[in-house]
Antibody
Framework: EVQLVESGGDLAKPGGSLRLSCAASGFTFSNAWMTWVRQIPGKGLEWVGRIKNDETTDYAAPVKGRFTLSRDDSRATVYLQMNSLKTEDTALYYC???????????????WGQGTLVTVSS | QSVLTQPPSTSGTPGQSVTISCSGSSSNIGSNAVYWYQQLPRTAPKLLIYRNNQRPAGVPDRFSGSKSGTSASLAISGLRSEDEADYYCVTWDGSLSVVIFGGGTKLSVL
């Protein structure tokens, strides 16, 4: 089955850390560009960052320097290491990807169910 | 405040047509393709339109996208109750080197 499954969301304190995982199945993960998008409950979607198949990464300004994307192609998993967490990082975090023959962070036709991160003291 | 401007809400009655606008600038919409996503309540977003005006397989032709200059639009014809959702435009911003989402438009089908 073609799917993405996020995990790792939890309650964390401001200044703390969390690592989110996104496990992929059903497609050639090593070729995929993986993207993270977050959504504050009741609010809009916000791009977090992406990791290309060559491990090149890009980040949104609010998370740059605090969040790090990595991937393990042998496990078909992408990781989002979140450090120096702030209350404003509280959100549902989705990972997403596009068709195997498309190298894009805009064309996202496969999404996970999301994992909830709550940052609160 | 998003770099891409969408109306916060719009509405229509079943069978009507509505258009959702997305306004940007030369560094984003003006020079990159626009994508549209539909998010039904409590679900992950779904790709509705790619590369300005292309529909993925399975998306009804009631949904259409267009782009002109620094603005894009999503048109929905023959409104149905199941179209009630949030709609987002997305593109790349070459000046910021990031993907940007519009603020989203909540469509109500009255």
């Amino acid at each position: 089955e073609v799917q993405l499954v996020e995990s790792g969301g939890d309650l964390a304190k401001p200044g703390g850390s969390l690592r989110l995982s996104c496990a992929a199945s059903g497609f050639t993960f090593s070729n995929a560009w993986m993207t993270w998008v977050r959504q504050i409950p009741g609010k809009g979607l916000e791009w977090v960052g992406r990791i290309k198949n060559d491990e090149t990464t890009d980040y949104a300004a609010p998370v740059k320097g605090r969040f790090t994307l990595s991937r393990d192609d042998s496990r078909a998993t992408v990781y989002l290491q979140m450090n120096s967490l702030k209350t404003e990082d509280t959100a549902l975090y989705y990972c997403a990807t596009g068709p195997e023959n498309v190298r894009s962070s805009l064309w996202l036709d496969l999404w996970g169910q999301g994992t909830l991160v709550t940052v609160s003291s | 405040q998003s770099v891409l401007t969408q109306p916060p809400s719009t509405s229509g009655t079943p069978g009507q047509s509505v258009t959702i606008s997305c306004s940007g600038s030369s560094s984003n919409i003006g020079s990159n393709a626009v994508y549209w996503y539909q998010q039904l309540p409590r679900t992950a977003p779904k790709l509705l339109i790619y590369r300005n005006n292309q529909r993925p397989a399975g998306v009804p032709d009631r949904f259409s996208g267009s782009k002109s200059g620094t603005s894009a639009s999503l048109a929905i014809s023959g409104l149905r109750s199941e179209d009630e959702a949030d709609y987002y435009c997305v593109t790349w911003d070459g000046s910021l080197s990031v993907v940007i989402f519009g603020g989203g438009t909540k469509l109500s089908v009255l």
